[in-house]
Nanobody, 125 residues
Framework: VQLQASGGGLVQAGDSLRLSCSAS????????VGWFRQAPGKEREFVAA????????FYADSIKGRFTISKDNAENAVYLQMNSLEPGDTAVYYC???????????????????WGQGTKVTVSS
């Protein structure tokens, strides 16, 4: 399965954006999709993840309450709704997938084997 992220852009602080992660085919079983981001000069960090079979969600503390991850199984898509954006949210956002993650590894990029190409989000102050 291939993943493709889209929806990034240039916005002002306080604005909202919705990122999309589209899968090339329907996934089944214990597939987990995660969003990660990487700001210039910084390491890639976990943002949010969702299990496609159960809908269980996971969030980084830094974005909790502002970002919401959701899924549309019929569209083979996962979304990241980002509200109240801050300049510190500026980064390239990647979606990633895995069939084999356990809960304790959901926040680690090393556990994901499928990666999209990234979409850039720039938040101006």
């Amino acid at each position: 399965v291939q993943l493709q992220a889209s929806g990034g852009g240039l916005v002002q602080a306080g604005d909202s954006l919705r990122l999309s992660c589209s899968a090339s085919r329907r996934t089944s079983g214990r597939f987990t999709v995660g969003w990660f981001r990487q700001a210039p000069g910084k390491e890639r960090e976990f943002v949010a993840a969702i299990r496609l079979n159960s809908g269980t969600t996971f969030y980084a503390d830094s974005i909790k309450g502002r970002f919401t991850i959701s899924k549309d199984n019929a569209e083979n898509a996962v979304y990241l709704q980002m509200n109240s954006l801050e300049p510190g949210d500026t980064a390239v956002y990647y979606c990633a997938g895995s069939f084999t993650l356990i809960n304790s590894n959901v926040r680690s990029s090393a556990g994901y084997s499928k990666w999209g190409q990234g979409t850039k989000v720039t938040v101006s102050s």
